[in-house]
């Protein structure tokens, strides 16, 4: 019995079921940037383990990331957006206290949520995966290619004189949107001529936890256009196989 309370005594608080992904990054950079100690669970897509029967009684989406808080009655967390969100009340980090900049916080969050991550995730698929098995769709690329320019001037236009999204200091709104951004090249969608966009990528950059966040739980270089690009590109195909 005693080896079983010394392997409980050793659990984090905070269970995250990631993958290397840009959603699957984002309390990945909440946890490394805060210090706090977690235990992570890579799920494998090649293997379906998001399908898998006790994933899906975590995650009823059957998606990452996910985050069971054992300090909390084991309390579940799946949307990637929500978990920040959690764990930011949870911690008292990287929210503003001040209720007007918190609500603005939750608009960019819910920005990226409901624009960025969809639009850009959309024009990665059809490139990337759907023109690689023969379903070419040139009108959908251009559609999503075209509206992740938009909202990421939209970004761009608001950053003009500021160091962050919110109110001068790193927040989860950065943390949901910085993944997303930085994996421009994966969605062929350009940054040029976004000087505000890029000085705060380049911020973000230089944040040593969150970029050691982004080789958790292992590296995926090729979503930001740098390594073995092609040899990467097939191991992503493999995924949706």
Do not use: C
């Amino acid at each position: 019995g005693s080896l079983v309370l010394r392997k409980m005594s050793q659990q984090k608080d905070i269970h995250l079921y990631t993958a290397s992904t840009m959603n699957g990054w984002k309390p990945v950079i909440f946890l490394e940037e805060a210090g706090v100690e977690y235990d992570v669970t890579h799920v494998d897509f090649s293997k379906k383990e998001q399908k898998a029967p006790e994933y899906l009684k975590l995650n009823p989406n059957g998606r990452i990331p996910t985050i069971v808080d054992r300090s909390n009655d084991d309390f579940v967390v799946f949307e990637s957006g929500a978990i920040l969100w959690y764990l930011a009340e949870k911690y008292g980090k990287f929210l503003p206290s001040d209720p007007k900049e918190k609500s603005r916080t939750m608009q960019w969050v819910m920005f990226q949520m409901g624009g960025i991550g969809p639009m850009m995730g959309q024009a990665m698929y059809f490139q990337r995966i759907a023109a690689k098995h023969g379903n070419e769709n040139p009108s959908a690329v251009v559609r999503y290619i075209d509206e992740s320019r938009r909202l990421i001037e939209v970004l761009n236009t608001h950053l003009e004189g500021k160091t962050y999204l919110v109110n001068e200091e790193y927040t989860i709104a950065d943390m949901a949107t910085y993944p997303w951004v930085r994996a421009h090249y994966w969605a062929n969608v350009s940054v040029e001529g976004l000087p505000h966009l890029q000085a705060w990528l380049d911020r973000i950059d230089g944040r040593e936890a969150t970029q050691r966040a982004l080789e958790i739980p292992k590296p995926f270089w090729a979503f930001f256009g740098k390594g073995d690009v092609e040899a990467q590109e097939r191991e992503n195909a493999a995924r949706f196989k």
